[in-house]
């Protein structure tokens, strides 16, 4: 029985991972990074309206806020155009509320609506004539679209730095290029802090003035890290 040939193959490959674990280094790598930035106008209104109730029994809660959660609804769908100005439910609940001893003492529930946009003033109007819901908080946003080219155009500013400083730093150090190895790329943007009010103690009412509000700018960043080879 020959045993000296599987030793010699387990052996052979023992040495071939050593040879690998030990393989020096790649040379000339550079680590570096660019980022670009750009401000745009946030184009997107979100508001939303909540009503809420009281009582000893929770299915008269219930139905009291159902009956002022479809008299706006039914308010809000005759302004609502799809992209323009978009209306859901939101948050929709009904809970108990407890005394020292941890009894039940009544009922408290909320009903929500949600109201947004890209038309700012017909958002913020049509916010004003809905009927027994108070705006309890209102912010603005990018849209997908507008995102999406800002991310876009910045991208490509971005790219081409990183291009820039890679063969400005190759030329630097004598070489006459350079070699992509590792690039990762990241988008995010950041907006100014929403705008929250407080709820007042007596809701809106058809007619009313529409919500002041006026929009800010959100910052687009792109930025593109990773390593390069000088050749």
């Known amino acids: ?3 000296r ?7 052979a490959l023992a040495c071939g991972a050593a040879s690998a ?5 790649p040379e000339n790598v550079v680590q570096l990074s660019s980022t670009a930035a750009v401000e745009v106008a946030q184009d997107t209104l979100e508001i939303h309206l ?5 009582g000893a029994d929770p299915a008269r809660v219930q139905a009291d806020l159902r009956a002022v959660l479809e ?10 155009q799809p992209g323009v100005l978009d209306v859901r439910t939101g948050t929709f609940s009904v809970l108990p509320r407890y005394s020292r001893e941890r009894r039940i003492t009544g009922w408290q529930g909320t009903a929500e609506l949600v109201l947004e946009g890209t038309d700012i003033a017909r958002v913020s109007e049509a916010a004003g004539r809905v009927p027994g819901l108070v705006v309890v908080d209102a912010s603005f946003r990018l849209s997908r679209e507008r995102r999406e080219r800002a991310e876009h155009d910045v991208q ?11 063969s400005d730093i190759a030329r630097s150090f ?13 988008a995010q943007d950041a907006g ?17 003035a529409a919500l002041p509000v006026e929009a800010g700018k959100t910052a687009v960043t792109v930025n593109v890290s990773g390593s390069v080879q000088l050749r």
């Open 1 to 3: 029985m020959n045993l």
């Open 5 to 11: 040939a599987p030793l010699m193959f387990i052996v």
């Open 21 to 25: 674990q030990v393989a020096p280094p």
């Open 50 to 54: 909540q009503a809420t109730r009281e």
């Open 71 to 80: 008299a706006a609804l039914a308010q809000a769908r005759r302004e609502a």
């Open 156 to 166: 490509a500013q971005a790219i081409a730095q990183f291009r820039a400083k890679a």
């Open 174 to 186: 004598g070489f006459n290029g350079y070699g992509l190895r590792e690039i990762s790329v990241n």
């Open 192 to 208: 100014l802090p929403r705008m929250r009010m407080v709820a007042s103690a007596a809701p809106s009412a058809p007619g009313d």
